[in-house]
């Protein structure tokens, strides 16, 4: 049997889901274009063909097989399109910045806001309802979900259609680099991200992972090609749903790599990472050379694709003392700072050493626009450490939007800590944001009442600050 379909609808089956509790991705007007005038006779009756030329069984087989070619398109199209000029659809500004930049101007700033922003670390995925019936009705893992470009894109414009935060960032995670450089990584539920074969030595790491010189624009493209075709979808469905706020891009820093590369989890072998920079110190700086210019293309890629904000996350700093840090981790902080604010210096580039906040105050020296504060940085200390050269991020305690039996966490007590830490922070050159990620077991209601709270409160702040 032939199951026939024009190009006209075959643009809404991008998305292959057949639950419609779940919105379909609109590509942009200019996908839509290119794939009507270019796509051909021959093309749209292979669709009911697979690559090897069978045809497709069934019906839910002809849509899976539509569904990879259109995406196949769509990558071909952005390969090809990516040295024109990107065509902004819902964006204002002399820069390209989406309506709702406040998010963009705190980060830069170049002017006071009329209220702080706020997003969530991990604000997409485990604590939202919608998501966990979305990834029961897709049959996925969250780690197979992020090769699917429909599933990233609905992913992260979930928390955007439940909350009014002031932007949205990539459903994606800090290892998908390790994957790129032939490092399997696994998910098995309960025990957290494995690495179930990590480098074992010097020997093991020169057969696994390419050298520095191979970390090209082209060696991101192959190997994660398939983030910066959700980065666009995203944009897209953005764009469709009247989103205009800030794309935040994002990738794990070299040492947090490095750390579960070598040690294969968070939770065991902790001392894996420092033992390979105590007994490998040369294999480790070449490790870690890799990774710096390989976060360095990524993170430049999804800014090509159409991110507007990139945050760095250097996860494991609590994993390595003081003295391996600034020796080892900071020199690559350094060169990415460098690198990606030579050539975006308007695209916002925030960081988040988190355990490691010791090094805040050198991580504002080096050309970052945010750093972020954990929930172990004392407030009153943290603007001194900046000293004005870079604006804060932070640092909200998420077990406040944990629900207990004694109901003690409610809205109110939630304004109520949200006031004081924009009373302690300060409510100008501030992100909003907690000092750890949503773990899961938050109340989407308090959440809100967070969200909102930060709104109100901060708007309420500044408009007493100008009248007075």
């Not at 991008?14 to 509790?21: E, G, I």
């Not at 390979?276 to 870690?288: C, R, V």
Request: aromatic share 6%; charged share 25%.
């Amino acid at each position: 049997m032939m199951f026939k379909a024009t190009a006209s609808i075959l643009l809404l089956l991008l998305s292959s889901s057949t639950n419609n509790a779940f919105s379909f991705i609109t590509p942009s007007t200019a996908t839509r274009r290119s794939f009507l005038s270019s796509i051909s006779s021959t093309t749209i009756l292979s669709l009911t063909t697979g690559p090897d030329g069978v045809p497709a069984k069934n019906a839910e087989e002809d849509l899976e097989l539509t569904r990879q070619i259109i995406l196949a398109h769509i990558a071909k199209e952005n390969s090809d399109s990516s040295s024109e000029p990107k065509e902004e659809e819902e964006e204002s500004g002399e820069l390209g910045y989406p309506e709702n930049d406040l998010m963009i101007r705190a980060a830069l700033g170049r002017e006071d806001v009329e209220r702080t922003p706020v997003w969530l670390f991990r604000q997409a995925g485990r604590h939202l309802p919608e998501y966990q019936e979305y990834k029961q009705v897709k049959g996925r893992s969250f780690l197979d979900m992020l090769s699917h470009p429909e599933d990233v894109a609905e992913c992260t414009m979930q928390p955007l259609r439940r909350y009014p935060v002031d932007a949205a960032i990539l459903f994606s995670d800090i290892l998908v680099i390790a994957e790129a450089l032939n490092v399997e990584v696994t998910m098995p539920g309960g025990v957290g991200i494995l690495v179930p074969n990590p480098l074992s030595d010097p020997d093991d790491m020169a057969k696994r992972i390419p050298p520095p010189e191979e970390m090209t624009p082209q060696f991101v493209q192959e190997k994660l090609g398939h983030v910066m075709t959700s980065v666009k979808l995203i944009r897209s469905q953005m764009a469709a749903e009247g989103k205009s706020i800030p794309l935040i891009g994002f990738s794990a820093a070299p040492w947090t790599l490095l750390f579960y590369m070598v040690g294969g989890s968070s939770r065991k072998n902790k001392e894996a990472g420092t033992n390979w920079l105590k007994e490998y110190p040369e294999a480790s700086q070449k490790l870690l050379d890799t990774l710096t210019k390989i976060v360095v293309e990524y993170m430049a890629a999804q800014v090509e694709a159409g991110a507007h904000m990139l945050q760095l996350f250097e996860a494991m700093g609590m994993m390595i003392d003081e003295e391996k840090f600034y020796e080892f981790a900071m020199p690559c902080l350094k060169v990415i700072a460098e690198e990606l604010k030579g050539r975006y210096p308007d695209v916002p580039l925030m960081v988040f050493s988190r355990g490691a906040c010791f090094a805040n105050e050198e991580l504002s020296k080096l050309g970052f626009d945010v750093v972020t504060i954990d929930g172990s940085v004392d407030r009153s200390t943290a603007r001194g450490a900046v000293s004005g050269r870079a604006g804060l991020q932070g640092n909200y305690d998420p077990r406040e939007l944990i629900p207990d039996e004694e109901g003690t966490k409610t809205p109110e007590t939630v304004r109520q800590t949200a006031k004081e830490m924009l009373e302690a922070l300060g409510p100008q050159r501030l992100i909003a944001n907690l000092g750890e990620g949503l773990g899961g077991k938050e109340s989407p209601e308090l959440v809100s009442a967070f969200v909102d709270a930060i709104h109100e409160e901060s708007e309420a702040m500044i408009k007493a600050a100008v009248a007075s």
